[in-house]
């Protein structure tokens, strides 16, 4: 990542713009997520941090970690469930099922400054997964929400790759 792309991503943390990072397996997105959660601790934020396995950290003063339950509590029930918590900025480890329709609820109805994570080919790719995982709930994919709540997409290639 060049000097100009980590200010970017700083700016956009600062700026409360929702990212969704997208690569393919171990390109580093967990990596990235941590690194723009080490951001979100200085603003004070409380943050919510979503996962089924523990593998982000966070500084911030006022952070809750919930996790996921086979059996018990499912990421969309989680998402769902965050918003009685008082979050000002909701995080998902990975983007995986139904919950990617709450997620972006919650991120374009007054809970912005969100980092997710989904596993992807390609920026454009990060969109269309988005809409495959929505379609598990929903008759249509709604991409004026997509539009509206993702403000920022990261693409990892990953190492050798363009």
Same mark, same amino acid.
């Given at each position: $990542?060049?000097?100009?792309?980590? /200010?970017? #991503?700083?700016?956009?943390?600062?700026?409360?713009?929702?990212?969704?990072?997208?690569?393919?397996?171990?390109?580093?997105?967990?990596?990235?997520?941590?690194?723009?959660?080490?951001? =979100?601790?200085?603003? +004070? /934020?409380? !943050?919510?941090?979503?996962?089924?396995? %523990?593998?982000?950290?966070?500084?911030?003063? /006022? &952070? !809750?970690?919930?996790?996921?339950?086979? @059996?018990?509590?499912? $990421?969309?029930?989680? *998402?769902?469930?965050?918003?009685?918590?008082?979050?000002?900025?909701? =995080?998902?480890?990975? =983007?995986?099922?139904?919950?990617?329709? /709450?997620?972006?609820?919650?991120?374009?109805?007054? &809970?912005?400054? @969100?980092?997710?994570? *989904? &596993?992807?080919?390609?920026?454009? +790719?990060?969109?269309?997964?988005?809409?495959? #995982?929505?379609?598990?709930?929903? *008759?249509?994919?709604?991409?004026?929400?997509?539009?509206?709540? !993702?403000? %920022?997409? =990261?693409?990892?290639?990953?190492?050798?790759?363009?």
């Amino acid at each position: $990542m060049t000097a100009a792309q980590a /200010d970017f #991503l700083r700016c956009a943390v600062r700026e409360r713009q929702n990212i969704l990072i997208a690569g393919g397996t171990s390109t580093g997105k967990t990596t990235l997520a941590n690194a723009l959660l080490d951001e =979100v601790a200085a603003t +004070g /934020d409380r !943050v919510i941090i979503l996962e089924d396995t %523990v593998e982000l950290q966070c500084a911030a003063r /006022d &952070h !809750v970690p919930l996790r996921t339950r086979a @059996g018990v509590v499912t $990421m969309a029930e989680l *998402v769902r469930s965050t918003l009685r918590l008082r979050p000002d900025r909701i =995080v998902v480890g990975e =983007v995986r099922g139904a919950e990617a329709l /709450d997620l972006l609820k919650a991120w374009g109805t007054g &809970h912005p400054g @969100g980092i997710a994570t *989904v &596993h992807a080919g390609s920026a454009e +790719g990060a969109l269309l997964r988005l809409e495959q #995982l929505i379609l598990e709930v929903a *008759v249509t994919p709604p991409r004026a929400l997509i539009a509206e709540a !993702v403000n %920022v997409i =990261v693409y990892l290639a990953g190492r050798g790759r363009a």
